[in-house]
């Protein structure tokens, strides 16, 4: 069973930097289309970042300039470089990896943001 596992997540001043990762386990299968969503309190979860094939992203408007996904080096694991955190960037963050047109996600990280 595919399972994805985030870390990175944390407290951190208005303008400081996080890395958040991620892996997945339990295939053989590589996934090519990777992303990161965030849901803050109240609100529905968005799309944050995305990966196809290690070279085509897609960024949020409001994160475009700021943050950056990266492909992992080590099979199926995405990382992503937030900067110039505001507080609007305070939401539980959540991995996504499809294999074969199949959704995983990760259990979510808590980013805050203080100001």
């Known amino acids: 069973q595919v399972q994805l596992v985030e870390s990175g997540g944390g407290l951190v001043q208005a303008g400081g930097s996080l890395r958040l990762s991620c892996a997945a386990s339990g295939t053989s299968l590589i996934s090519n289309d990777m992303g990161w969503y965030r849901q803050a309190p109240g609100k529905q979860r968005e799309l944050v970042a995305r990966?196809?094939?290690?070279?085509?992203?897609t960024y949020a408007d409001s994160v475009k300039g700021r943050f950056t996904i990266i492909r992992g080096i080590v099979k199926n694991t995405v990382h992503l470089q937030m900067n110039s955190l505001n507080s609007e960037d305070t939401a539980v963050y959540f991995c996504?990896?499809?294999?074969?047109?199949?959704?995983?996600w990760g259990q979510g990280t808590q980013v805050t943001v203080s100001s």
């Open positions: 996504n990896e499809n294999f074969f047109g199949r959704p995983y």
């Open positions: 990966i196809i094939s290690g070279a085509t992203t």
